[in-house]
């Protein structure tokens, strides 16, 4: 492997896990705000911010690496809508056990385990919060994932390229 190869292809992971990092940042902050003024409303103060950056960064990374794995042989022959919905509703499912992990490890102690904490995650008003969080970031997944599709429908810079340039006269 060439020693000019090896810079190119950290900066090209560095310039993909921040681009897609920004993306899910920029949608997990307006999920912050949006929480922070609805329980604004009930004089209730949540700072989150860190933690959707944090997460941000995790899902961009996560996603990345999921790019690359095939779904199947069947999915080869199957339109980009299809692609960009089994993906999604895969990602979905992963962000909705994460989530549901993640509430139950933190009453683990309360409820006298991991398990009890995860059955009464799923029977208590945590199951609001991990359903609010798993569509929030779905609807982001949903958008990575046309995004990817349009990307790679475009070629290199073709996104760039449409959003970066002025608006073409419609013709008539």
Avoid at 47 to 56: E, N, P, V
Avoid at 105 to 110: A, I, L
Avoid at 114 to 128: A, T, V, Y
Wanted: positive net charge.
């Amino acid at each position: 492997m060439e020693m000019n190869m090896i810079p190119s292809k950290i900066k090209n992971e560095i310039k993909a896990v921040g681009l897609t990092t920004l993306y899910f940042a920029a949608w997990f902050c307006l999920m912050v705000v949006l929480k922070t003024l609805v329980l604004a409303e009930y004089r209730i103060e949540f700072q989150g911010l860190s933690i959707a950056l944090f997460g941000a960064l995790v899902i961009a990374k996560v996603v990345l690496v999921l790019e690359h794995v095939p779904l199947s042989a069947w999915m080869r022959d199957r339109p980009a809508l299809v692609h960009v919905l089994v993906r999604t509703a895969l990602y979905a499912l992963g962000v909705f056990i994460v989530v549901l992990v993640e509430k139950a490890f933190e009453g683990r102690h309360e409820y006298g385990g991991f398990i009890p904490s995860l059955i009464q995650s799923i029977h208590d008003r945590n199951i609001h919060h991990v359903w609010a969080t798993t569509i929030s970031v779905t609807f982001a997944l949903l958008g990575f994932n046309v995004l990817f599709v349009i990307r790679r429908h475009l070629g290199k810079g073709g996104l760039s390229r449409i959003f970066l340039s002025p608006l073409a006269e419609e013709s008539k």
